[in-house]
């Protein structure tokens, strides 16, 4: 039983201090101008030609699936969606900082990570068309993606809620001692949940290596940061819990892998969270259920548009020597075909049969469930047409 | 008299309400400006002013612990938690601070004044997230009201009850029916008895009991089974704490039959309170065993969402089951 | 064997649990250095160090989320929540993420590891919020499961069940007994069966069905009823999800008649689940209407604590009104 | 629709910076030294005699009461207690410096506020007896109290819950455009609550006339608050918020005082939150169901001790001459003598009448609560005998 004092490191004053926001002044590591050039101060991380390659590839390739997927919403095929665009640096860079055996417990707008990760079109295609090849069984909306081979945690639409979660994997890895994190990604509206302070200050207090990875892309829906909270951004939030903290340009590919480097590097050798805080901007449509147009201006989106991440990177690349335009084109013209090509052929794809409903539920169904299915499939064999993705096979296999 | 679907209803009977009492105040998340995720509060901000309808941050707990406190202090907050499905971060809020806190006070202190709205149920191919029907999980909660409408007429003239009862209500939309359900709407302020069910249509052989969009559901069954001779009455419940007991029981003693259906799961749903009640009330009435038409004992499915609903094939078999019982 | 309260039954199942399996990992409020404010982990941290028995910040839906995660990622944790009545803060973890985990990723992910403990129920003069039975609020859950012991013996052995079940179960302690429970328990090892309900008496008039604390009470009404000539068969349900449905209809297919006591509410209460499927299951054998002894409608009081309760004249006069039904 | 930028405030930097509490660094306003003389850097408060001996006197109560309720209790008189000693200073000097059409919203220890404010000692044991004079009805256990003509809220037994339910109050009350505030008392353990965030973040952004009194004394029953966050204490969290944030020792009534009353100015004028974190240190057991010495050492106790807030304003008021220890002494010892009393008295109060179980559940009582009570009422009828307290007056009135 040791004295713990909280005074201990508590100084003292005698006149009364009101202390503002005016006393921190948390600045954002920006490494590449916005034309791409290196900041002079900048000490560029050591990023490797593949590494830098396979950056730019997922980004464009997340940016040619919200295109495509945006028009297929338009045309019905899919019910929803919502895109990642003008946030590609921040969700592939700091993903590409990682570790395989890291787990990536994501909000929902990070298909950059899991791009880079290696999900494939046809594993994007049948989670958004809830098909029976899609592991997570169909079972979510999409854009819920989840793959355990990738350590990526399937995505849970509840905002907030992987914060302490995330805490809580890290805890585990730690006590298992292996050399792997957990990063938590999210945005500054979801910070406004309860389940942020929790799992920030769990992970600070029980010393978990969990980097919480905060896309502050300005908006939550409709709602603008200036209205989702009255301090300086979510870094300043790090410094109440005792967190180290980044804040940095999410626009900046370079930046953002820098950060999240350190912040791996911190989290396993000092065994504690640290928190990022990457300034971006979503430049989408919350989803494709949302029309910014009632919210904010043009102006405003197309000064964001000119910071554009991916041809701030493309830049810093052509420079290095690494990039060629017109090789690029054929690439991304590519990756078009093979999205729709996949798309159409995915879209074919049955649902999973009706067994699949009460499976998961538990490890195994108990007695309520099995009669629940029973009734349901004898209810669908009396009205096949009724029914028709699955009374086509209601006996499996 | 004007058309209106369920969501301009609601907008109206917001207006209405805060027309005429300054104290009545609108938020939630993307209330302000934007007019909500759905557009019922469209326009109440540039009407009212910021003070009056506004954005939160993104925090239900917060936005009911807000309203609590606001309503304490004599306000007349009208909350809106953006999706039924994300009430559950405000549930302690509610369960151990909204509904108790008048009794806790001995009646000193109370946030009677206190309206939560929030959209609920499925059929809209939302999945997990944005399908569920927690309304039983409030049932369970005495000191709060809850209350759905089936329709625009219901909906604003039940709202405006709500709004104006000095309990605290839950106010749950059928979301599914925001913009299908449409009908005339009296633009003069009305409102409707909360507590009380409503008999839609008078029958004899068994007794449909439903609120909500659950509601087109019965009567499609009903239709059908009336033409295998079968006179359904079909019942909106609409109150589901305090429910009207009474409607239901003498219903049933003139039917012998009890059918309820609703979206949400069967283990624990209020189908169950309900089927509990009657067969003490009715026992020496009822002719067959009360039938319960519901969701399945699983979460929300997305790709089986048709299979899983209980729709208006599977309720018309079970109407049959209990009559050949 | 030795004679333990249920206090320590618990603290020795835990014992138990942890030196089998070094994944298992405790915490909660005050649960570390403190041995929980009941004493329940007593010793632990000190035999199993501090990464594997600590305290944590004061936060349920942080413990929750926290136990969440950890599961997830393959440890076994059982995490403490102080009071039932400060579950709710964690009723969306526990609600839309531990239930839901497995069945959202298709059965790649799940925390079925998870073991959520917590003290519940009344008479201990707790008032408001040191007495509720919040069990029902989860029951409408499909995915978890929820295990009620009545004795040390049971709290051991279901307790290690639900440790080493691979579903997220919530374990209720009925805290009126911690320490007025005491019986002989194995130190060994065992399990009992979740999912089942135990015959604690067989009868032939009338079931009477309970769990944890209660079933003392319906014993003392049994007891009573005896004295009129009347024979009882008694039921603990144990689990509460998914629950025994064929133990309590079989019985009840003997003796015609169901008597449920709970101390939670009775609007919405879990007995209105059991009423709901056994007048179902068995219409035809029912003599008498399901009779419901349970918790007023009312937040739970203090001073009126003992007028309040479900007790065994109460559940005594309703076993005479359903026998004379 | 205007343009607003979250970056705007944002500076730049081009090293990854790791931010780490170190920047904050949050004093503790001091005025009196601990033995009571006023530090020389420090501009006291105005407090009148009046004030000061009404301070004095509502700590010395709330110690007496505490004396004797911790009594009351081991004699098994009261099933429970909880005491304020040690933190007199705090829960007093604060309430002083509020207006009494100020809402107080506490959490359970701040009987000091309440005493200050005028709460009898009869209205004391009403609550603890949970009898029928208890305007609270006796619902709650001892010591939550309420009291609707102080503008004290009645106490919740779930921590953090009245902290966002405080920001809405002083909506409210801004709304009204009264001059009048809310304080919202709660503890450090309280503070790691999810309904903490949202509190304080929403009444940054919605601009609420609120006091947030942190009693940050060291302890969340056996937890001390090195267990509880990583952080500079709570004070550095308002930083986070855009709060303004005042860290105060919390045994020092001048300084107490004057946070406060700054504090209340700050909000009034500027209409915004304002966060005090008052250090302190819990010298009692959490409650009468605790028992420290399985979790603190005696010498941290006394170390503690030897602060005593009251002992430090006696100081100070006899330097100004406005003490005198032995009427002093006559007084404490009346105190002594009416809590007693009082106790007698009160604890042969009756308990409220059946009929009252029913009550204020809703404005009425429905039909299904008639007929409970109904039904309750005949079954009392039936065994008098077991139900003693409320059997003698089934008919009410
Ligand atoms: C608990 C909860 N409340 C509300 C929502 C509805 N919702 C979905 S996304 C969103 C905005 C999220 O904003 P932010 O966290 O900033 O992420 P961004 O969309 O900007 O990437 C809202 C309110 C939800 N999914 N979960
Ligand atoms: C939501 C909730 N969780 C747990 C508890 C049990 N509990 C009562 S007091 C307490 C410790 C509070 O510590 P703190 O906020 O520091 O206040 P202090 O007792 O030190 O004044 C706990 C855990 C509770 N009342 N409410
Ligand atoms: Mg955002
Ligand atoms: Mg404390």
Not at chain 1, 207 to 235: L, W
Not at chain 1, 243 to 270: C, F, H, L, P, S
């Amino acid at each position: 039983m040791h004295d713990r004092n909280h005074l201990a490191n508590v100084g003292m004053t005698h006149e009364v201090n009101v202390i503002t926001n005016g006393l921190l002044d948390i600045p954002m590591l920006q490494m590449l101008a916005e034309d791409g050039t290196p900041h002079k101060e900048a000490t560029l991380p050591e990023l490797d030609e593949k590494t830098a390659k396979d950056i730019l590839h997922a980004m464009q390739y997340v940016r040619v699936l919200d295109e495509r997927m945006i028009g297929a919403q338009r045309q019905g095929r899919i019910s929803f969606y919502l895109a990642c665009t003008g946030e590609e640096a921040a969700t592939t860079a700091s993903a590409a900082a990682l570790k395989p055996q890291d787990m990536i417990m994501s909000q929902y707008r990070e298909q950059g990570a899991l791009a880079y990760r290696g999900y494939t079109t046809e594993q994007f295609m049948n989670q958004m068309f809830s098909n029976e090849k899609d592991p997570n069984k169909g079972r979510q909306m999409p854009i819920h993606y989840g793959d355990k081979a990738l350590n990526f945690m399937t995505i849970s639409s509840p905002l907030g809620t992987q914060i302490p979660q995330a805490s809580g994997y890290a805890y585990g890895q730690k006590m298992e001692g292996t050399d792997a994190v957990t990063i938590c990604y999210f945005g500054e509206g979801a910070a406004s949940e309860g389940d942020f302070h929790a799992g920030l200050n769990m992970a600070a207090v029980l010393n978990c290596p969990v980097i919480f990875f905060c896309r502050n892309n300005g908006y939550a829906i409709s709602t603008p940061a200036s209205e989702q909270f009255a301090g300086d951004g979510i870094a300043s939030r790090g410094i109440g819990y005792g967190v180290k903290t980044i804040r940095v340009d999410g626009n900046d590919v370079m930046a953002v892998y820098a950060a999240t480097q350190t912040a791996r590097e911190i989290a396993v050798k000092e065994q504690c969270p640290v928190l990022i805080e990457a300034m971006t901007y979503r430049l989408a449509a919350h989803s494709t259920s949302d029309d910014p147009t009632g919210y904010r201006s043009r102006e405003e989106e197309e000064k964001w548009r000119a910071k554009d991440p991916i041809a701030r990177m493309k830049a810093w690349m052509t420079a290095q020597g690494w990039f060629d335009e017109e090789a690029n084109a054929k690439v991304v013209e590519k990756m078009r075909e093979d999205v729709l090509n996949e798309l159409k052929r995915v879209e074919k794809v049955d649902v999973p049969v009706i067994d699949e409903i009460i499976e998961d539920v538990y490890d195994t169904p108990p007695w309520h469930l099995k009669a629940q299915l029973k009734e349901l499939k004898e209810h669908i064999s009396k009205y096949p047409e009724h029914y028709p993705k699955t009374s086509g096979r209601l006996n499996r296999g | 008299m004007a058309k209106m679907n369920l969501l301009q209803a609601i907008n109206n009977a917001l207006i209405t309400a805060m027309e005429e009492n300054e104290k009545v105040m609108v938020f939630g998340e993307d209330v302000g400006h934007f007019g909500g995720v759905f557009r019922a509060t469209s326009n109440l901000q540039e009407k009212f002013g910021k003070g009056r309808c506004f954005n939160t941050p993104l925090t239900e707990q917060g936005i009911i612990g807000f309203a609590n406190g606001l309503a304490a202090q004599g306000s007349s907050p009208v909350a809106e938690i953006q999706f039924g499905d994300y009430i559950f971060p405000a549930f302690d809020q509610i369960v151990n601070e909204t509904a108790k806190w008048r009794y806790r006070s001995g009646g000193q202190f109370s946030v009677g004044t206190l309206t939560i709205r929030t959209p609920y149920g499925g059929g809209i191919a939302g999945g997990h997230y944005h399908s569920q029907s927690p309304e039983a999980y409030f049932a369970h909660t005495p000191g709060m009201k809850i209350v759905i409408p089936r329709n625009p007429y219901q909906a604003k003239g039940l709202l405006l009850a709500s709004i104006r009862d000095d309990n605290p209500v839950l106010f749950m939309e059928p979301k599914k029916l925001y913009r299908a359900s449409v009908g005339e709407v009296p633009e003069d302020d009305y409102e409707l008895p909360i507590g009380k069910a409503e008999v839609i249509k008078e029958g004899k052989d068994i007794t449909l009991l439903a609120w909500g969009a659950q509601i087109e559901i019965i009567e499609k069954a009903a239709e059908m089974a009336e033409k295998d001779g079968v006179s359904a009455e079909i019942i909106d419940l609409r109150s589901i704490l305090p429910w009207d007991a009474d409607t239901v029981a003498e219903s049933v003693m003139k039917t012998g039959r009890l059918l309820i259906n609703h979206e949400a799961p069967l283990t624990g749903g209020f189908a169950s309170e309900i089927a509990a009640t009657i067969q003490e009330r009715c026992f020496l009435y009822l002719e067959a065993p009360i039938s319960r038409v519901c969701g399945l004992d699983t979460p929300y499915p997305l790709a089986h969402e048709k299979e899983y609903m209980p729709d208006h094939l599977k309720t018309y078999e079970a109407i049959k089951r209990t009559l050949q019982y």
